[in-house]
Nanobody, 122 residues
């Protein structure tokens, strides 16, 4: 069982920055893949970034060049540095994780955090 806890959300003006954190605990290690998602009211959930089984970060086109995903040395805390934020980045942000084997087979993560709200005003 993996527990995930996000933090770092808040309200900023357009062009500002925030850094989200995702703390993983429980049965979590280097066999896990993780990703960041967001969901705005009335919209479908969107994957923002993920770390694949090789440790490489991948980004959606909407955030590439502005967001950076990283992890601490213990590989239990993941960060999403968000720069040049835009009003369209406003959403609840979630981190998710699962064994890479499971994620590759199913295309889905089974472990999710509660989310942290990001609001960007113009």
């Amino acid at each position: 069982q993996v527990q995930l806890r996000e933090s770092g959300g808040g309200s900023v003006q357009s062009g500002g920055s925030l850094r989200l954190s995702c703390q993983a605990s429980g049965y979590f290690g280097n066999m896990h893949c993780m990703g960041w998602f967001r969901q705005a009211p009335g919209q479908e959930r969107e994957e923002v970034a993920h770390i694949d089984g090789h440790g490489a970060a991948n980004y959606s086109a909407s955030v590439k060049g502005r967001f950076t995903l990283s992890q601490d040395n213990a590989e239990t805390t993941f960060y999403l540095q968000m720069n040049d934020l835009k009003p369209e980045d406003t959403a609840m942000y979630y981190c998710a994780a699962d064994l890479c084997f499971t994620y590759v087979l199913t295309g889905e993560y089974n472990n999710w955090g509660q989310g942290t709200q990001v609001t960007v005003s113009s």
